[in-house]
């Protein structure tokens, strides 16, 4: 999709929604760069009340944990 609007202000004076997100690999690498070990990891999906779960989880959750230096 071709960028619209020019500003975040003009998204939100339009009602348009702001997406943004990450790719999982730049999600874990982030947090082990910053020096977290990953010391846990979940998917979840919408409850079952969305078409997509049937096919796949919309959701991760990590837990990250940095060490005592």
Request: glycine content about 10%; charged content about 25%; hydrophobic content about 35%.
């Amino acid at each position: 999709m071709h960028n619209l609007y020019k500003t975040r202000e003009e998204i939100a004076k339009n009602g348009i929604p702001l997406e943004f997100g990450h790719t999982l690999e730049q999600q874990l690498e982030g947090q082990i760069d910053a020096g977290f070990v990953i010391a846990g990891f979940c998917e979840d999906t919408f409850g079952g009340e969305k078409l997509l779960d049937r096919y796949t989880n919309s959701f991760i959750a990590t837990r990250a944990v940095k060490p005592k230096a």
